[in-house]
């Protein structure tokens, strides 16, 4: 499809077990952003990648949290340890690389659940 | 002071009224602006970008007040399927390099027959 795809859309997990989320973004598109929002708040930001650049990593909550992106493409959100406070909607949008690019799109997110 | 900051409403108004929803954000050096909307335990889709020129896409109007560090949008004639969260977005971007999105906490729209 041309939109952004993210993958599992649900994960429930038991506390203390590691988990990969994963996001392929609009071909082309060279920025990608993790946030996550849990149920009626608003979104928080994790993470940014733009191109070669060093991603921004200033909203990570926790050093279990950790992100990546190979070849600029498809990108990997890991948490190792899960804790019930990482129960949220984790969404994954990417934009064009120009600072008047339009705006991100956003796939449909993975809802994260740890029991 | 919240980078970005909007009244969490909720509004709630009859339909076909005219309905305003403002938004400030705090760093000056902010490049570019955009609404969101998001719908019940959807993802939020891009509604449009904010120019200095102030933008209008049919019934919306987006305006931008950089010395006053201001967004505004404007739904004219408003139907029941405006209804959802309105979210003010601010690029932290410089120059030709994109920064990060911060996303205010929406405004929350009810349009009721």
């Known amino acids: 499809g041309a939109g952004v795809s993210q993958s599992p859309s649900n994960k429930v997990t038991e506390k203390g077990k590691d988990v990969e989320l994963r996001c392929d973004p609009i071909?082309?598109?060279?920025?990608l952003y993790w946030y996550r929002q849990s149920l009626g708040q608003g979104l928080e930001f994790l993470i940014y990648?733009?191109?070669?650049?060093?991603?921004?990593k200033s909203g990570l909550p926790s050093d279990r949290f950790s992100a990546e992106r190979t070849g600029g493409s498809v990108s990997t959100l890991t948490i190792q340890r899960t804790q019930q406070e990482d129960s949220a909607v984790y969404l994954c949008?990417?934009?064009?690389?120009?600072?008047?690019?339009?705006?991100?799109?956003f796939g449909q997110g993975t809802r994260l659940t740890v029991v | 002071r919240k980078e970005v900051e909007q009244d969490p409403g909720p509004f709630n108004v009859p339909e076909g009224a005219t309905v305003a929803f403002n938004c400030t954000y705090s760093?000056?050096?902010?490049?570019?602006f955009f609404w969101y909307r998001q719908d019940c335990r959807k993802e939020p889709k891009l509604l449009m970008s904010?120019?200095?020129s102030g933008n209008e896409d049919g019934r919306f109007t987006a305006q931008l007040n950089r010395a006053s560090q201001y967004i505004s949008l404007l739904i004219r004639d408003s139907k029941l399927s405006d209804s959802a969260t309105y979210l003010c977005?601010?690029?932290?971007?410089?120059?030709?390099?994109?920064?990060?999105?911060?996303f205010g906490k929406g405004t929350k729209l009810s349009v009721k027959p």
């Open positions: 949008a990417s934009s064009l690389a120009t600072y008047r690019g339009g705006g991100a799109f």
């Open positions: 071909s082309g598109h060279t920025a």
């Open positions: 990648f733009q191109g070669n650049s060093a991603p921004d």
């Open positions: 760093n000056s050096a902010s490049q570019s």
């Open positions: 904010v120019y200095s």
């Open positions: 977005v601010v690029n932290m971007g410089y120059g030709g390099s994109q920064g990060n999105l911060i």
